[in-house]
């Protein structure tokens, strides 16, 4: 089977580790009948499809999982949505159908909420990123400095204000709790925030929403934001309107159909 | 009371492994602050990874929060670079519960496992804005109360605690609880010092309430109460009958990587071997077995609540449970087919047998197998009372390595008392014998064996508190001589491994655990001067504590010596003698003499009592089986999980 799993509230400080213990140990205490892996050490058989990065937040992270035998995929859903912790949520279970799940993933759509910095300011960066070809960024990874070209793989950006609405989940739901403060409530602060979304290709190496924020600071000399929260909203196939398409379609699809 | 999450959190990503810092582990609690009277922070103070495991917090907070009316949360040490951006940002030291400040509770207790742990109290303290000294606290502070292994000669940090239990804290912490109650309900007469005065006169050590002269010479002339509700000594509390105790009953998991990953279950406390370097066996006696039924419980209960994939059955020597055939039968039975692995990590070679190799590798993983000879010699075991004989070693690694393990690790200790090179030169030839013997009954060339080797730190409430510490360089000499012994034999060296840091941070252990008030002005000193987390390699600093005991100790007539290598006499009065762990002072100088005769001293539990004097000193007696309680009844799971889900065992088939 196949699912949609999400990374909210202070889960978002997890590692990709982490969250695979989470889960794993999640299945044991619901009782799911997971395969094992042969030999010495078994282990669960579950591939985790990519994983949004320490620190980041997702709506949209993808796993597939083989079951020791088949169990109704409802009650699955909801013996482990019940299990699992808050902010971890399992959003949708399909049998898997043919394919690899991890080739639909071939690019994000990252909302990033930036504090301190003026909005005006931000809009000029946005625009003068939009405008480039290319922006290379520097990024510290366990081999040392490594440069990418942050403006190469992103295929879309716009920046909306705090009362925009239809930039995927509010503040709150998608933050998981009310330990993030309503930007509303003290207007001063409503000017010198703004909410970035961007969609962005999965490349080697892989450009995350940091090096995009890294990016609009080289392009227009801005300062370090103060917060900037991202979050993966959706992943998937680009199509040729460079819109995202859901990952999962083909598993339902042939589900439906069987 | 407000969270400080908010102020936090954009911190986080600035941090390394930020998830330490986030709570919510599964099985932690928030309560609401306002309906709790008694409010307890529970510290570990090391990192978040060493302090999450650990089962004297995890015991505690489970018991205060099942109190209606109490509330516990926990919080450790940050690490430096978090540290630096609270101080840059006024962030005071917060639980990773509710992120709620530490200074806001009733109660701070700190639970040191080891000495290393007091810089990082200073740190917790400051970060809390609570001052660093008991007597500049005011009736806003927290109580700080230390407990654990090395509260038991907490003179070191006299000036930075309020009070210290001794011994098991499953009751201690309720009746305090009750104290603070009561004392809250009717309206804190007489504040702080009073507060501390009900404590004293129920027994909890308070080290404002006692003076200590020194006399010319540098020695302690007297410790004596200066306040009427404090004792002239000061007993330790022992928790019976560990069945009414089933904590923790739904450990703690946390989110992040920590250093023990597993589902323990203590399955005795206390131990009678008589090793004679071990605090823990002689601070914690008498033995006191939970039965088989009660573990068995606790071991099912725990596994559904936290889907742990290994259980580990704790306790100073675990093989030694009267029942501990049938506990490790039954449980590999019960969890046939479920992946749970099952593991003894502290087993005495002598204990060890060929069932109990095959109970704990019949569900799959494998845990490693780690025995502790600790010395190298058949003498040198003789001096440290650890009666376990080369022929016990190689029968039982013999049967390990014919039952499928390849690897065995071995410890041994440095710096014993009267130890000569020869005697750690033995450990080479063990070591080597171990190899031969594996080589032959298993058949194979890639068995190993890793010798891992600690500095010997004299310990209070042993019978080597008198000792002479061996100095750094002497341990490190040996050292040397031994790997060249091993790596010179090219034929048998190559299949052994050996572990060993330097002597120094043992040197700092023995000033630290056989210190007395005097000593804290060097931990403060070294504090000041950036000293955080000793207890890691790439932390420790020994020079900045050499230079610190070198400023602070000659005005004060000692030095580092005088409280490490200095062999103490039968008269002096020793830091800790007011604070009483049930051993007679007497039966510990003729351990001791027995020890420098190298006589050995049988175990209670099979021979007749020797008179350590706890028993009689504390009211308690030895629990040991038959319980005469059958196990719970066996019905493997076999499902891949422990937990069987009814849900799942309808008829399958995807929808």
Redesign the interface.
Known sequence: ?RFRYTKRG??R???H??LA??F?????????????SEG???H?RISWAGAAP??VASEAEYAEMQL?????????H??LRSTL???MDIAEVV?AGTGSLPDRLEASTWRVEVEGIDFSELRRAVELLRASESVEVERMTKKGRRTLDARAALVDIRLHGASTSGVGPDAESVSGAS???RVDDCPDRVQRYGIIVMVVRHATPVVRPDDVLKALRVVADLPTP???RATRLEQGRLDDGGTIVDPLAPDRAA?GTR | ME?V??RL??L??QVSK??Q????E?NSSVKDWDEATVRWCLMYPDAYEVGLPNQGVMILYEILNEQPGVLAERTYSVWPDLEELMREHGIPQFTVDAHRPVGAFDVLGVSFATELGYTNLLTALDLAGIPLHARDRTDEHPIVLAGGHAAFNPEPVAEFVDAVVLGDGEQAVLEITELIRAFKEEGTPGGRAELLARLAAQGVYVPGFYDVHYREDGHIEEVVPNHPSAPHRVFKRTTMDLDEWPYPKQPL?P???SVH?RMSVEIFRGCTRGCRFCQAGMITRPVRERSNRGITEMVQRG???????EVGLLSLSSADHSEIGEITKGLADRYEGS?TGLSLPSTRVDAFNVDLANELSRN???SGLTFAPEGGSERIRRVINKMVSEEDLIRTVSTAFSSGWRQVKLYFMCGLPTETDEDVLQIAAMAKEVIRAGREVSGRKDIRCTISIGGFVPKPHTPFQWASQAHPDTVDERMRKLRKEITSDRRLGRSIGVRYHDGKPSLIEGLLSRGDRRVGHVIERVWRSGGRFDGWNEHFSFDRWVSAAAEVLPPLGVDLDWFTTRERSEDEILPWDHLDSGLDKEWLWTDWQDALAAREQDDCRWTPCFDCGVCPTMGTDIEVGPSDRPLLPITPVN???????T??E?A????
Do not use: W
Not at chain 2, 639 to 645: A, D, E, K, L, M
């Open positions: 089977m202070h889960l400080f997890t590692s580790r982490d213990r989470v794993e140990r999640a299945l044991r205490r619901a009782g799911v009948p997971v395969a094992y010495y050490s078994p669960p320490t620190g020791a035998r088949e169990v109704p995929l409802a009650t699955l909801e013996e912790p808050a902010g049998p330990d993030v403060p103060e917060v900037a589900a | 969270s999450y908010d959190e954009p986080l990503s930020p998830v810092y986030i709570g919510g599964l998991v989110t992040a990587e990953e596994l559904e609540s936290t889907g742990f994939e992946n799959g993983r494998r499902s891949g999980t422990p937990v069987r889900n849900a799942f309808s399958g088939g995807a929808d």
